[in-house]
């Protein structure tokens, strides 16, 4: 099956700072990237739809601003967590589709975020 | 909008029982369903997808699950636990396409010795 690549899978910041975490496809293009959070023992909540070389489309409810999506490569999709406050900490997992309809979804490792 | 319900947040069967995890659907549309398992800490890793083809699915790990279109379940089961099996099972919707899954809430399998 395709891989996709996610980095880093912990990460460890201070209040107030950025973290950027990276999605790869590292078998095939993706223009189209999911990103995810999942609270602890809940299930997954879709933040916004990555598009390859235009904007994302976020979920009602997702602070853009604070989200930082960029999908400047077919391979790549990156989340940026702007002015981190603890309650940002989550995991953080990113999938995308090989192309065709009805396909499976191949997701990343997950990124544990903890702000402190 | 398309959606799924799985029954019950924790099921716990004994080593070599059978696994039963339900899951009902809402789509307006064919679906395409899929079943994923999460070991702590880590992504998600399908086990099995129905995609309009055969109503009986068989996936990785000696699991399986049936499409039934008259009671809009596709429950996953497996004849025997193993200790293995213990992880966090999701279910998802999909529709055809660049589309994101929506997932239910999640069943967590324990499996007693």
């Known amino acids: 099956g395709a891989v996709v690549s996610q980095h880093p899978s912990r990460v460890i910041c201070k209040s107030g700072t950025s973290v950027k975490i990276e999605c790869r496809s590292l078998d095939f293009q993706a223009t189209t990237m999911f990103w995810y959070r999942q609270f602890p023992k809940q299930s997954l909540m879709l933040m916004a739809t990555?598009?390859?070389?235009?904007?994302?489309?976020?979920e009602q409810g997702v602070e853009k601003d604070k989200f930082l999506i960029n999908h400047a490569s077919l391979t790549l999709s990156t989340l940026t967590v702007t002015s981190a406050h603890p309650e940002d900490s989550s995991f953080y997992i990113c999938?995308?589709?090989?192309?065709?309809?009805?396909?499976?979804?191949?997701f990343g490792q997950g990124t544990r975020l903890t702000v402190v | 909008a398309q959606s799924v319900t799985q029954l019950g947040s924790h099921v716990s069967v004994s080593e070599g029982a059978l696994v039963l995890l339900r899951c009902n659907y809402s789509?307006?549309?064919?679906?395409?369903l899929f079943w994923y398992v999460q070991y702590p800490n880590q992504g998600l890793q399908l086990l099995l997808k129905?995609?309009?083809?055969?109503?009986l699915v068989k996936g990785i790990n000696g699991f399986e699950a049936e499409f039934k279109k008259s009671e809009t379940s596709f429950h996953l089961t497996k004849p025997s636990a193993h200790m293995s099996d213990a992880a966090e099972y999701f279910c998802?919707?999909?529709?055809?396409?660049?589309?994101?899954?929506?997932f239910g809430k999640g069943t967590r399998l324990s499996v007693i010795a």
């Open positions: 990555s598009n390859e070389g235009s904007k994302a489309t976020y």
């Open positions: 998802a919707v999909s529709d055809p396409g660049n589309t994101p899954l929506v």
């Open positions: 999938s995308a589709k090989l192309p065709g309809a009805g396909t499976e979804a191949f």
């Open positions: 789509s307006s549309v064919p679906p395409y």
């Open positions: 129905y995609t309009s083809a055969a109503t």
